[in-house]
T-cell receptor, first 110, second 113 residues
């Protein structure tokens, strides 16, 4: 099956700092989503981004499908950004299953 | 709009007992998913429904897990009998269609003693 690798696995930031999270995938995909799982376990959909760039407030994401990677940018981080960020891909070609990476655990300290 | 609703929020049972989880998707969402998330890992798809039909259940341990979505809306996931390795959070998600963004419920945290 398709492999999804996220880096770094852990990240500690001072409040106000910027960061970039990376997601590499092993095969072409139809769909890519970024999620944030907060410390209470809620999984929130951040971006649906099979290709191109999208921005939502302090967050933005870029997917370069031809090179099989996606980046999530967090600017001016806040303590509420803490949690685990997951990248998930859908292979397509008859399979709509979302395959998740292992996540990047982000801790933003005041 | 109301989000994906799941119940119960927490469940503790002994191994070999049975348990059931319930999910009500976002209104109008045709596609429903059940995921298992073991501590420290990303969610893993167990089963996907399109309306009341199964699209993908390739990773569902069918000897002990079952799921249904009889009227194409609510869904239940059952485990019988439970094993220690079933301790996890069970997440339900829904989307308007199979290739649309998925929206998750708060999950059911299952502990097996």
């Amino acid at each position: 099956g398709i492999q999804v690798e996220q880096s770094p696995p852990d990240l500690i930031l001072q409040e106000g700092a910027n960061s970039t999270l990376r997601c590499n995938f092993s095969d072409s995909v139809n769909n890519l989503q970024w999620f944030h799982q907060n410390p209470w376990g809620q999984l929130i959909n951040l971006f649906y981004i099979p290709s191109g760039t999208k921005q939502n407030g302090r967050l933005s994401a870029t997917t370069v499908a031809t090179e099989r990677y996606s980046l999530l940018y967090i600017s001016s981080s806040q303590t509420t950004d803490s949690g685990v960020y997951f990248c998930a891909v859908e292979r397509g070609a008859g399979s709509y299953q979302l395959t998740f990476g292992k996540g990047t655990k982000l801790s933003v300290i005041p | 709009e109301a989000g994906v609703a799941q119940s119960p929020r927490y469940k503790i049972i002994e191994k070999r007992q049975s348990v059931a989880f319930w999910c009500n998707p976002i209104s109008g969402h045709a596609t429903l998913y059940w995921y298992q998330q073991i501590l420290g890992q990303g969610p893993k798809l167990l089963i996907q429904f399109q309306n009341n039909g199964v699209v993908d259940d390739s990773q569902l341990p069918k000897d002990r897990f079952s799921a249904e979505r009889l009227k194409g809306v609510d869904s239940t996931l059952k485990i019988q009998p439970a094993k220690l390795e079933d301790s996890a959070v069970y997440l339900c998600a829904s989307s308007q269609g199979a290739t649309q963004p998925q929206h998750f419920g708060d999950g059911t945290r299952l502990s097996i003693l």
